[in-house]
């Protein structure tokens, strides 16, 4: 069985205040929130003694040392799912999402998720983003359509995690709101958290996390506009969230949407994730793709288009 791997080094000078989970994750290569698990775990060690709070200011001349045991085995079983594979090679790939699939298994979701079929397909998955989302680096919601990045190994995992980090990714969606617009494009600021009394559901809340949308009317419909949105974040339902925040609710969706839609849409709301760009990993290539909606999408568009 493989061993845990540790590594160890004294805080230089230039890092002083530098918090411990930025430290460690740098020390070992691992994904931030990787770094923040090991600490919880009690793997992350100052000066000997192990320390409990990711945000632990770091001083010059501390000793960090971090163990990061081996991947486990992934309980998840792999199944036959048909998958499209938009691109793959040693080190990445980019598959298409359909709506109707969770990303990775969770409570009420253990089989029929993207990582399922993930498992089945691709030979290697990354192994630091946990044994029930391997390989997963960034997710969208059950009912979005659209690109999906999956690294292969942990040193892709790390550096695509790190682009997404920076905003250097480029990320868009096109989608069909409610409503018209007396603007042609627009920018929405909100932090975003859990809704204080509905857990199941995210809201703009003092406190959240940081998170900016920008959209752009591409076409006026009838009743409704398509925009395509732009993330400069990636929060839990941000653009859904953010849109219904300046009264143009996604159309079709049952969490933040109307509780009577002007249009029966069925199947969730009609968000598509049409547009990813980022930096190849080992190469330094740009690489950019870019994906159809589905049927249901663009039957709704046409639907709505009509006079």
Known sequence: ?????????????????????????????????????????????????????????????????????????????????????????????????????????????????????????????????????????????????????????????????EQIKAHTVKRAYRAIVIGGFREDAGTVEGPIGRHPTDRKRMAIVPGGREAVTHWTVLEPLRGATLIEARLTTGRTHQIRVHMASVGHPVLGDPVYGPKKSPYPVEGGQLLHAFRLGFIHPRTGEPLLFEAEPEPRFTYWLEKLRRP
């Open 1 to 161: 069985m493989e061993d845990s791997r540790f590594f160890s080094a004294p805080v230089p000078p230039e890092r002083e205040g530098e918090r411990l989970d930025v430290f460690a994750a740098r020390l070992a290569n691992v994904t931030r929130s990787r770094a923040e698990a090991l600490i919880r775990q009690g793997r992350v060690t100052v000066d000997g003694e192990a320390q409990a709070k990711a945000g632990f200011k770091l001083k010059p001349g501390m000793a960090v040392r971090a163990e990061v045991p081996p991947a486990a085995e992934a309980r998840v079983e792999a199944e036959d799912i048909a998958l499209d594979i938009v691109y793959q090679d040693d080190d990445l790939a980019v598959v298409f999402k359909p709506s109707g699939m969770v990303v990775h298994p969770a409570a009420g979701n253990a089989s029929g998720t993207l990582v399922n079929a993930l498992l089945k397909h691709l030979d290697n998955l990354s192994g630091i983003g946990g044994e029930i989302r391997p390989g997963i680096v960034h997710r969208i919601d059950k009912d979005t359509s659209g690109l999906l990045l999956v690294a292969k190994n942990d040193f892709s995992h790390v550096a695509l995690s």
